[in-house]
């Protein structure tokens, strides 16, 4: 357990670039039916650049694991896309047991990377040093398919042979060994060309970034600290803690339920996040803004913290605009608003017009709301405030909006995921650790215990006397079975990375949500809003917005038409061409429609959920999902407007 800091500082990083291309190795894997099994295992390719591309072809799992983890890629970073969820299945199975569980990084359910020590070698001067190499999932680098990378890199994925998706994988197996089946050309080209797109769009990704790094997010912060962090910016820990509370997600809300009459019509904000990290929300009249005005946050090194102060002292520090903060407060709500102005947490993020309770807001949702008199605040339980600091990302984003505005792809596709993927750091927490083991081993217990325990155990020895506040517990996935995970519960400051400063990212995404509202205030001033998400508004079509598809914070309208809604991010969209599609979260394209509410589809098991509900790892099982009819966050009336919940026109 680390000593609470009372000043952490995130520092410059010196810009040192150690990539290089060799240091990429790519793979793919082709199986009959998509099965993630190493009996549906059919060919592999492997691609390298070692002063020239450098493809090797495998019909055997076994040689390709071997390669993949021999001497040769001793220091090098294997990319597979959607790799955790399919390649790496196929290779390793149960990648905790393969790897090692201290050696497989999960955020959640979403793998990031596996490490595999190689050797052990000594060195010149006589000590002893461990060569790894990197299983990375690409996945966390380009969240989309790898035929929306293809055409990024206006290089053409080609289609999938019909012979790959075989019934008969014994009889296709035998022919392959007795040469009566050949892979054909075009097969293996397939293969190649998958890892060459991959190959090609990482190797663009890392020369931008300069540092092979496991996903956009941390690249991100690489290089906005190498080429952007201008000086260091100290935290009071202790205190940047509170915004922690503040910290909400985006606003996705229905404001009606049902088929539209006519349609909708859809509008984004222009990267809302970026926007919001450097501009400070404005007043939307449907006019372009002739400018804007640079955002502001909480010194993090001058954090105060006044408790229980009286109403009079607390709107003297609201209302000061040299003031920035966060408050956490008891007030009643104005019940006659036809929508929320501050987010609740319970089990969902909503917007109801309910009374508040010891709820967490930052300065800029507050102001707002005070001003539009939503809420009378009857107790301040604590504020923390500071003074104010200007942002510290106005280059990063002016640069980096440009050039994805002029530039060729795939720069512009990189640009826009650094861009979007820097706020969310700033909030990481890591709260636990899991480790997965095989039974109860004793040994492995003492290991963790001696790391963890927080009375400062002198020996790797298992405990048996389990301390009350022990952080370690083993639990079995069920009475019947020996495995299950070891977890690692840690306090609050122990989970705090050097790069977390809370108030960023709790007021970059107050800041957005306020820009929501002053979008939505328009809207539905002038016209019809159905529904929001995020950045994005479903209007009636006679409502003329004013856009400016370039200009980062303003509007711009989108080709889609929306039909129907059915609830949060579920509706029914019509393309350009006439075609309708059900969105809906958590559903697949080619899932099947088994009436309005329930959809099948096939799922592959993926470690984690494999290992919890004791299922073949990476094995297909065909999954019948329903969805809740009643929407929850909000009342539904007779005509399909949606009000708050705790709204009364009295």
């Not at 969240?143 to 053409?156: A, F, K, P, Q, W």
């Not at 009889?171 to 007795?178: H, P, Q, V």
């Not at 970026?274 to 993090?300: A, G, H, L, R």
């Not at 280059?395 to 993927?421: A, G, H, M, T």
């Amino acid at each position: 357990m680390r000593e609470k800091l009372q000043l952490k500082r995130f520092s410059k990083r010196k810009n040192r670039s150690d990539y290089e291309r060799e240091k990429i190795v790519v793979l793919d894997i082709e199986t009959r039916g998509l099965r993630a099994t190493p009996d549906n295992f059919l060919f592999g390719v492997v691609l390298e650049y070692n002063a020239g591309w450098e493809y090797r072809k495998f019909i055997n799992l076994e040689a390709m694991r071997k390669y993949i983890t021999s001497y040769r890629m001793s220091g090098k970073y294997i990319f597979a896309h959607n790799g955790g969820n399919f390649d790496y299945l196929i290779l390793f199975g149960n990648m905790f047991k393969f790897f090692g569980s201290e050696n497989v990084i999960y955020n959640g359910s979403r793998f990031i990377y596996a490490k595999y020590k190689i050797r052990e070698r000594e060195t010149a001067d006589g000590k002893s040093k461990n060569e790894y190499c990197y299983f990375y999932d690409s996945l966390n680098i380009a969240n989309c398919s790898l035929r929306e990378i293809g055409d990024i890199m206006d290089t053409s994925k080609g289609i999938l042979s019909d012979k790959l998706y075989s019934s008969n994988m014994q009889r296709w197996n035998n022919n392959l060994l007795w040469g009566k089946e050949k892979i054909t050309k075009e097969e293996w080209e397939y293969c190649k060309r998958d890892c060459y797109i991959l190959f090609n769009f990482l190797h663009h990704f890392y020369t931008l970034i300069e540092k092979i790094m496991p996903t956009v997010a941390s690249s991100a912060l690489r290089f906005f600290r190498t080429n952007y962090l201008e000086r260091d910016i100290h935290v009071r820990e202790e205190l940047d803690f509170y915004f922690h509370d503040a910290y909400y997600g985006g606003r996705v809300e229905a404001y009606y339920i049902g088929k539209i009459s006519d349609y909708a019509v859809v509008y984004d904000i222009n990267s809302l996040y970026p926007f919001s990290m450097i501009y400070k929300p404005y007043e939307f009249n449907n006019t372009i803004p002739d400018k804007y005005e640079f955002t502001v946050f909480p010194d993090p090194s001058k954090l105060n913290i006044i408790k229980n102060p009286s109403l009079d002292l607390f709107y003297q520090i609201i209302n000061n605009s040299e003031y920035e903060g966060m408050a956490n407060i008891t007030a009643i709500t104005n019940k006659k608003f036809e929508f929320g102005y501050l987010p609740v947490r319970d089990g969902k993020l909503y917007f109801p017009n309910l009374d508040i309770d010891n709820e967490s807001y930052c300065f800029p949702e507050l102001r707002l709301a005070i001003k539009r008199k939503y809420i009378d605040i009857k107790h301040v339980n604590y504020v923390v405030f500071a003074p104010k600091m200007e942002t510290p990302f106005k280059q990063f984003v002016l640069d980096l909006y440009e050039k994805k505005k002029n530039s060729p792809e795939p720069f512009r596709s990189i640009y826009k995921r650094i861009l979007n993927s820097l706020y969310g750091k700033f909030a990481e927490h890591r709260k636990e650790e899991k480790y997965y083991l095989e039974y109860y081993d004793r040994e492995k217990i003492g290991e963790y215990q001696y790391e963890y325990c927080p009375k400062g155990k002198t020996d790797k020895s298992f405990c048996e006397n389990r301390c009350l506040d022990c952080p370690i517990n083993f639990q079995p996935f069920s009475i019947e079975r020996e495995d299950g995970y070891l977890t690692v519960k840690k306090d609050d400051f122990d989970g705090l990375l050097n790069h977390t400063i809370f108030c960023f990212s709790a007021y970059i995404t107050s800041y957005s949500r306020v820009q929501n509202i002053l979008f939505q205030e328009y809207i539905r001033t002038h016209g019809k809003i159905y529904y929001t998400d995020t950045d994005s508004f479903f209007c009636n079509p006679e409502l003329e917005l004013i856009t400016d598809k370039d200009l980062i914070g303003c509007l711009k309208k989108e080709k889609k038409i929306i039909s129907a809604i059915y609830g949060c991010k579920n509706y029914m969209v019509k393309s350009e061409e006439g075609k309708y599609d059900k969105i809906i979260k958590g559903i697949p394209k080619y899932a099947k429609e088994i009436d309005n509410n329930t959809f099948e589809f096939e799922h592959i098991y993926k470690l984690k959920e494999a290992l919890r509900r004791n299922k073949p790892i990476g094995e297909v099982d065909k999954v019948l999902k329903e969805l809740k009819e009643k929407y929850d966050k909000g009342i539904i009336i007779n005509n399909g407007d949606v009000k708050p919940i705790g709204y009364t026109s009295e």
